[in-house]
């Protein structure tokens, strides 16, 4: 007899992704030459974690007393501000939205789960997704839902996303949408202008039936080699419809281990600003109580100062340098391959569609190489990691996945 509830006894005890992690790490402390293009952070050519040096120095300067004391349940007000404006500048839609403190991004994801969703419902995202997306869905007890993300020409299935938005407003009477771009995890795909105004149009559709909330996802944005104006193209929506953004520092920043986010929610009554703001605020409270202070006070300046924003920035530049170097080798290789993979202009991944992914991530693990396998609606993918993998081994890696694909394609 287990003490547990039903729905907790079987669950997996760790992230598959950072399995084949540790898998890799084991295998290359062991002497092999291991290829590790699983996790996503951002590495240098050598292998280290890549830093920003800026970043680093504004949390060592933040005073001791300060950053033990307690934080505001729903975050520092500077804080807040501060990522409001970081994400929509001077803009209308500044001066409509709420936000909240969260623990990295995927607290954002986890509250507006818990928020805009009833116990049972499912959210809507793209039928290649970050993984965690259906383990937050699954322990808040929702659903997860999708729809095949590419078209036949391979652009965004705009279409495909207006009939699944309808039929689950039909469905459940109300809809959560996440979307992912720019550089989208795990294809690395980017929206382009016409794409997001179709998901406005669509999104602004549905609203008009139920309340329907959409959720951009902007963990890699500020590495997208050119990000459309997405905030120009999604304004519509509020016609009819509610915009929440996932802002993290992780990747922005290079932060992973911080846990610094904030979820921002646009809407144009301020009756619903002010109870999206105390929803916000109970979830927090009932969830994590409060987000790391250090690192709020320390993001703060990093947005906020002119100067200590310049110093970032410029540090950033240098990142966004090193993994544009691996986006023009994987481009140039992955082509020459043969390999089948979505547009990819920059972002911490990409990934090469393969019809038995499982096989073919298992046959390049055997020669050295760690990816992960992935799987859409009817088809796979294998996804790699190249923030994480030295521009000198890409096309060690593209002539691994072109061997482990073709081996094990179905004839």
Same mark, same amino acid.
């Given at each position: 007899?287990?003490?547990?509830?039903? #729905?907790?006894?079987?669950?997996?005890?760790?992230?598959?992704? +950072? !399995?084949?992690?540790?898998?890799?790490?084991? $295998?290359?402390?062991?002497?092999?030459?291991?290829?590790?293009?699983?996790?996503?952070?951002?590495?240098?050519?050598?292998?280290?974690?890549?830093? @920003?040096?800026? *970043?680093?120095?504004? @949390?060592?300067?933040?005073?001791?007393?300060?950053?033990?004391?307690?934080?505001?349940?729903?975050?520092? /007000?500077?804080?807040?501000?501060?990522?409001?404006?970081?994400? +929509?500048?001077?803009? !209308?839609?500044?001066?409509?939205? =709420?936000? #909240?403190?969260?623990?990295?991004?995927?607290?954002?994801?986890?509250?507006?789960?818990?928020?805009?969703?009833?116990?049972?419902?499912?959210?809507?995202?793209?039928?290649?997704?970050?993984?965690?997306?259906?383990?937050?869905?699954?322990?808040?007890?929702?659903? @997860?839902?999708?729809?095949?993300?590419?078209? !036949?020409?391979?652009?965004?299935?705009?279409? #495909?996303?207006?009939?699944?938005?309808?039929?689950?407003?039909?469905?459940?009477?109300?809809?959560?949408?996440?979307?992912?771009?720019?550089?989208?995890?795990?294809?690395?795909?980017?929206?382009?202008?016409?794409?997001?105004?179709?998901?406005?149009?669509?999104?602004?559709?549905?609203?008009?039936?139920?309340?329907?909330?959409?959720?951009?996802?902007?963990?890699?944005?500020?590495?997208?080699?050119?990000?459309?104006?997405?905030?120009?193209?999604?304004? /519509?929506?509020?016609?009819?419809?509610? &915009?929440?953004?996932?802002?993290?520092?992780?990747?922005?920043?290079?932060?992973?281990?911080?846990?610094?986010?904030?979820?921002?929610?646009?809407?144009?009554? /301020?009756?619903?600003?002010?109870?999206?703001?105390?929803?916000?605020?109970?979830?927090?409270?009932?969830?994590?109580?409060?987000?790391?202070? &250090?690192?709020?006070?320390?993001?703060?300046?990093?947005?906020?100062?002119?100067?200590?924003?310049?110093?970032?920035?410029?540090?950033?530049?240098?990142?966004?340098? @090193?993994?544009?170097? $691996?986006?023009?080798?994987?481009?140039?290789?992955?082509?020459?391959?043969?390999?089948?993979?979505?547009?990819?202009?920059?972002?911490?991944? *990409?990934?090469?569609?393969?019809?038995?992914?499982?096989?073919? !991530?298992?046959?390049?693990?055997?020669?050295?190489?760690?990816? =992960?396998? *992935?799987?859409?609606?009817?088809?796979?993918?294998? $996804? =790699?990691?190249?923030?994480?993998?030295?521009?000198?081994?890409?096309?060690?890696?593209? #002539?691994?996945?072109?061997?482990?694909?073709?081996?094990?394609?179905?004839?």
């Amino acid at each position: 007899m287990t003490p547990l509830i039903p #729905a907790a006894c079987n669950r997996p005890d760790n992230d598959p992704i +950072f !399995a084949l992690n540790a898998e890799a790490m084991r $295998r290359a402390a062991a002497g092999e030459s291991i290829v590790n293009a699983t996790l996503g952070a951002l590495m240098d050519d050598d292998g280290r974690l890549s830093l @920003l040096p800026s *970043v680093t120095e504004a @949390l060592a300067q933040v005073p001791a007393l300060r950053a033990a004391a307690y934080a505001p349940i729903a975050g520092s /007000p500077p804080f807040l501000q501060a990522v409001i404006h970081d994400v +929509f500048g001077a803009s !209308a839609l500044a001066a409509q939205t =709420v936000a #909240a403190a969260t623990p990295g991004g995927s607290g954002a994801l986890a509250l507006a789960i818990q928020s805009f969703l009833e116990p049972g419902q499912a959210l809507l995202t793209t039928d290649f997704h970050w993984g965690p997306y259906q383990t937050m869905a699954t322990q808040a007890g929702r659903g @997860l839902e999708t729809f095949g993300m590419f078209a !036949a020409n391979g652009g965004f299935a705009t279409a #495909a996303f207006a009939a699944a938005l309808q039929r689950q407003v039909e469905r459940q009477g109300r809809a959560l949408v996440f979307l992912n771009s720019p550089c989208h995890n795990p294809t690395g795909y980017s929206l382009d202008a016409a794409e997001w105004r179709a998901v406005a149009a669509a999104v602004r559709s549905a609203g008009e039936r139920a309340p329907v909330t959409l959720l951009v996802d902007l963990a890699y944005s500020r590495f997208a080699a050119a990000s459309a104006d997405w905030v120009t193209a999604i304004a /519509p929506v509020l016609d009819t419809a509610t &915009l929440l953004v996932a802002w993290s520092a992780s990747k922005s920043f290079a932060q992973y281990g911080a846990r610094i986010g904030a979820v921002l929610a646009t809407h144009r009554d /301020p009756e619903q600003q002010q109870r999206m703001r105390a929803a916000f605020s109970f979830g927090c409270r009932g969830t994590w109580s409060n987000c790391n202070h &250090l690192g709020q006070i320390a993001i703060t300046g990093l947005l906020s100062d002119a100067a200590m924003r310049a110093r970032a920035d410029q540090d950033r530049a240098r990142l966004i340098g @090193l993994l544009h170097e $691996r986006v023009a080798a994987w481009n140039a290789a992955a082509a020459a391959a043969g390999l089948a993979y979505p547009r990819y202009e920059g972002g911490f991944f *990409v990934s090469v569609f393969a019809d038995d992914a499982e096989a073919a !991530a298992a046959r390049a693990r055997e020669q050295g190489v760690f990816v =992960v396998p *992935v799987r859409g609606d009817g088809r796979g993918a294998l $996804r =790699v990691a190249l923030c994480s993998t030295p521009v000198a081994q890409v096309a060690r890696v593209v #002539a691994t996945l072109a061997r482990a694909i073709e081996a094990t394609t179905r004839r």
